[in-house]
């Protein structure tokens, strides 16, 4: 049974910074694409960014784009996010997800995940 683990996130003001850590347990062989998700209150759950396990460059969404910077580690086992220059509508919470494929048309889709973290709150104010 694999299962994901994130931490990082909280209270942070506009311009500040904070990471998200994502971690995988249960199959240390699997080679995991990771994802980040994250729903504002009121708000559908959204893409924010994904680094595959195969290799290519890290894709993200329009509005965090030059901010936010995804890595993962070399046994792909654990993936962060970096969140710089926060905006108070970053404010939500964040999710964690790990597949075990990439797709160049899919990988936007809550879907294309099968593990899910908890959810952390990251919340950007004054």
């Known amino acids: 049974q694999v299962q994901v683990e994130e931490s990082g996130g909280g209270w942070v003001q506009p311009g500040g910074s904070l990471r998200v850590s994502c971690v995988a347990s249960g199959d240390p062989d699997e080679k995991y694409t990771w994802a980040w998700f994250r729903q504002a209150p009121g708000k559908e759950r959204e893409f924010v960014g994904v680094?595959?396990?195969?290799?290519?460059?890290?894709n993200y969404a329009d509005s965090v784009k030059g901010r936010f910077s995804a890595t993962r580690s070399s046994d792909y086992q654990t993936a962060y996010l970096q969140m710089d220059s926060l905006k108070s509508e970053d404010t939500a919470v964040y999710y964690c997800a790990a597949g075990t494929y990439y797709s160049n048309f899919n990988y936007h889709l809550a879907s294309h995940y099968a593990y899910w973290g908890q959810g952390t709150q990251v919340t950007v104010s004054p």
């Open positions: 680094i595959s396990w195969s290799g290519e460059a890290p």
